[in-house]
Nanobody, 124 residues
Framework: VQLQASGGGLVEAGGSLELSCVFSGPGFSSRVMGWFRQPPGKERQFVSSISGHGSRVTYADSVEGRFTILRDNVKDTVYLQMSSLKPEDTALYYC??????????????????WGQGTQVTVSS
């Protein structure tokens, strides 16, 4: 399994970005996918997760109402649509796949596969 994240960049506060994460490997539509972020000097934080067929999504309180997670099971891609961006959203954003059985969708330690990260910088 490989994950390739892209779409990061520099944006002004209030702006929007869409991140993409392409999944390479078997069984994408059966895998829970997540987005996490790591601000400078801080630990990795949960952002959002989505079930295999997209029927269940969860968000961190800090992004609820501003970010939307989507997936395309034909293109084997998960997206994170970010709007009303704030400087505190500045971070390295990672996509992840496959929480371990019995693990949490919100805990980075439970995810088995990770992409390389894409930088999002929001200027004030």
């Amino acid at each position: 399994v490989q994950l390739q994240a892209s779409g990061g960049g520099l944006v002004e506060a209030g702006g929007s970005l869409e991140l993409s994460c392409v999944f390479s490997g078997p069984g994408f539509s059966s895998r829970v996918m997540g987005w996490f972020r790591q601000p400078p000097g801080k630990e990795r934080q949960f952002v959002s997760s989505i079930s295999g067929h997209g029927s269940r999504v969860t968000y961190a309180d800090s992004v609820e109402g501003r970010f939307t997670i989507l997936r395309d099971n034909v293109k084997d891609t998960v997206y994170l649509q970010m709007s009303s961006l704030k400087p505190e959203d500045t971070a390295l954003y990672y996509c992840a796949a496959d929480p371990r059985y019995g693990g949490s969708w919100h805990d980075a330690v439970d995810y088995q596969f990770w992409g390389q990260g894409t930088q999002v910088t929001v200027s004030s």
